[in-house]
Every structure is written in C-alpha cells, then in structure tokens.
C-alpha cells in the first residue's frame, strides 16, 4: 500500500497550485482519502477528504479555496488550492482513510511534496 | 474548528515513561471514539501509533498506548528508547467529516 504525492514547486502569489496523489496496492472503492499539510515548523491542517462516492468535505477555514477531486479510472486524487498566500507555502501529504469501516485514521501518507508560494 | 492543545514539549530518560496529553471539547476529542496519534521524525512523513483512541496498528511496540477521559486523549510510551525521541501529533474527528489535529509536542530521550 502508498500513495505519493507530486506537483509541488514554486506557486506566485494571487495563483492557484494543483498536486496530484497516485495511490497503488489497495482498492479506492472501499477508502478515501485525504490531504493534509504542514508549513515550515508547525503542525499539521487537515484540509480535505473524498470518498470513492465522490462524497467530498473541507476544512471550514480553506473551504472557499480548495478542491478535491478524483480519478476513479487511475487511483489518481487531486488537490487544487487558488489565491494561494505566503501562508499556503507548506509541506502537502495525502494519506488514506479507512472510509466507512468504523474505524477512523490516515494511513500511509505520502512522502509529501513542497509547495512555496514567493514572488 | 480550533486546534487541539497539547503540550510544546515532554521528556524523559532511557526506559521511564511519558504522557501527551491533548485536549479539545466536546465537539471534537470527547465526542466521538476516534482519536489517532502521529509520529514524525525530523524531514519524515508522519507514521501512524494509534488509532481509534486505544488501538495500535500491527508493527508499533505495545509500549506505544492511548487513553481517553472527556475531552482530553493521552498517548503514553513506556520504555522509552532513543529512537522515540520525535514529535507526536493527536487528531480526533470533530464530525461531518471534518478532522483536526494538534499542535504537537516534541518528545526528547535524555
């Protein structure tokens, strides 16, 4: 089972920046998945999660500017974050949910991918 | 959706033991039965401890283990060994399927 992330690299301020995570080893009918990140040493923000229904659901304070989509067809998930600020620069990590099964962590997670936003 | 509180930092020697505590509300870590716990070492991914407040995943060492009373969710390590020494992050379901984690604490073996 992983997931690896990709499409991080240097985003300017005002734009929008897409990461894409591929998943291998598991079926995405019975998980979900989600993202998360991590500015420069701080913590970790959940910021969304989708379900193989194409269910999705947001961090309240990113909703307006994210989107979560999926790829059914190539286990493939992406991240869209617009108008993206100095305070959207952070490491990126998606992981896998165990969806409905009664059971709720995130579980592997990605290497992560840097995401910088500077002029 | 505020951040769960837990400590900035814990230590402790080779083989004692030590608590994290992580604290939320009602809306979150004493509202439901799913808290996990995080490990990450410096330039790592986080790895999952513990799930589902108590539950440990195949792999990580029974010294690993989780409580919870009210609001407030535990992760205790005993025997501590250098390669504990990392932060630890807790994140509970705050329903709606919405997720928040701690601040984190950073773990140092002396």
């Known amino acids: 089972v992983q997931v690896l992330e990709s499409g991080g690299g240097l985003v300017q301020p005002g734009g929008s920046l897409r990461l894409s995570c591929v998943a291998s080893g598991f079926t995405f009918s019975s998980y979900a998945m989600t993202w998360v990140r991590q500015a420069p040493g701080k913590g970790l923000e959940w910021i969304a999660i989708?379900?193989?229904?194409?269910?999705?659901s947001y961090n309240p304070s990113l909703k307006s500017r994210v989107t979560i989509s999926v790829d059914t067809s190539r286990n493939q998930f992406s991240l869209k974050v617009k108008s993206v600020t100095a305070a959207d620069t952070a490491v990126y990590y998606c992981?896998?949910?165990?969806?409905?099964?009664?059971?709720?962590?995130?579980?592997?997670w990605g290497q992560g991918t840097l995401v910088s936003v500077s002029s | 959706q505020s951040a769960l509180t837990q400590p900035r930092s814990v230590s402790g020697s080779p083989g004692q033991s030590v608590t994290i505590s992580c604290t939320g509300t009602s809306s979150d870590v004493g509202g439901y039965k799913y808290v996990s716990w995080y490990q990450q070492h410096p330039g790592k991914a986080p790895k999952l401890m513990i799930y589902?407040?108590?539950k440990r995943p195949s792999g990580v060492p029974d010294r690993f283990s989780g409580s919870k009373s009210g609001n407030t969710a535990s992760l205790t390590i005993s025997g501590l060994q250098a390669e504990d020494e990392a932060d630890y992050f807790c994140?509970?379901?705050?329903?709606?399927?919405?997720?928040?984690f701690g601040g984190g604490t950073k773990l140092t073996v002396l």
């Open positions: 994140c509970s379901s705050a329903g709606r399927n919405t997720w928040v």
């Open positions: 989708t379900y193989y229904s194409g269910s999705t």
């Open positions: 992981a896998k949910h165990p969806g409905s099964s009664g059971s709720d962590f995130f579980d592997p």
């Open positions: 589902d407040v108590t």
